[in-house]
């Protein structure tokens, strides 16, 4: 019996001594999120619509997917439409770029960017007396701006920046519609991640 009674104390010191050490070990630190909100990780994709391409009869839709903790790789369709009297013209294309997201406190796609961008577009005129010219543009550029993301759904991503433009048409007779040259590029668009 007093052999049962000297094992007993001893798991009871070894389980105290157990306790004590675990209390004396600190907890492993918690794994760090991506980026926090709320707690919780940036969403990695958002889906936008440039709402100041609406204003001139433009729509330019971007797809935007975090490649990394501080990179996205973006795209998207361009559509616009302008006329003017017996004048109009339309454009279809599409546009491709990155962005590197600069804030410490946020990644990809959220928070303060910097990067460049390509577009091209197939464009058709028609000018008075119906001559119709066709012909293809592009630009290239670069933007500063800033990605909020709202309750981890709704985008808002304003910028600025300039770029080199040639979307210039010229009919038969020398007459030119269209733009060749250095140009501001504008970003105020509205979208959902996911």
Do not use: C, H
């Given at each position: 019996?007093?052999?049962?009674?000297?094992?007993?104390?001893?798991?009871?010191?070894?389980?105290?001594?157990?306790?004590?050490?675990?209390?004396?070990?600190?907890?492993?630190?918690?794994?760090?999120?991506?980026?926090?909100?709320?707690?919780?990780?940036?969403?990695?994709?958002?889906?936008?619509?440039n709402?100041?391409?609406?204003l001139?009869?433009?729509?330019s839709?971007?797809?935007?997917?975090?490649?990394?903790?501080?990179?996205?790789?973006f795209?998207?369709p361009?559509?616009?439409?302008?006329?003017?009297?017996?004048?109009?013209?339309?454009?279809?294309?599409?546009?491709?770029?990155?962005?590197?997201?600069?804030?410490r406190?946020?990644?990809?796609?959220?928070g303060?960017?910097?990067?460049p961008?390509?577009?091209?577009?197939?464009?058709?005129?028609?000018?008075?007396?119906?001559?119709?010219?066709?012909?293809?543009?592009?630009?290239?550029?670069?933007?500063?701006?800033?990605?909020?993301?709202f309750?981890?759904?709704?985008?808002?991503?304003?910028?600025?920046?300039?770029?080199y433009?040639?979307?210039?048409?010229?009919?038969?007779?020398?007459?030119?519609?269209?733009?060749?040259?250095?140009?501001?590029?504008?970003?105020?668009?509205?979208?959902?991640?996911?």
């Amino acid at each position: 019996m007093k052999g049962i009674g000297i094992a007993i104390t001893i798991l009871l010191f070894m389980r105290a001594e157990m306790a004590s050490v675990r209390a004396q070990t600190p907890p492993p630190a918690p794994a760090t999120p991506t980026v926090v909100e709320e707690g919780l990780p940036t969403p990695a994709n958002n889906v936008t619509v440039n709402v100041l391409g609406l204003l001139y009869g433009g729509l330019s839709l971007e797809l935007e997917r975090a490649i990394s903790r501080k990179v996205s790789f973006f795209l998207g369709p361009s559509f616009a439409f302008a006329s003017a009297g017996e004048l109009s013209m339309f454009a279809v294309g599409g546009v491709v770029g990155i962005r590197v997201f600069l804030s410490r406190a946020a990644d990809a796609p959220r928070g303060l960017w910097i990067g460049p961008a390509v577009a091209v577009w197939y464009q058709r005129a028609k000018f008075p007396m119906d001559d119709v010219v066709s012909a293809t543009g592009f630009s290239a550029g670069g933007l500063v701006g800033y990605t909020w993301i709202f309750e981890r759904r709704w985008v808002v991503s304003v910028g600025g920046g300039l770029q080199y433009v040639q979307l210039e048409l010229e009919d038969a007779d020398g007459a030119t519609i269209g733009f060749t040259g250095i140009a501001p590029a504008v970003r105020a668009s509205l979208g959902v991640a996911f």
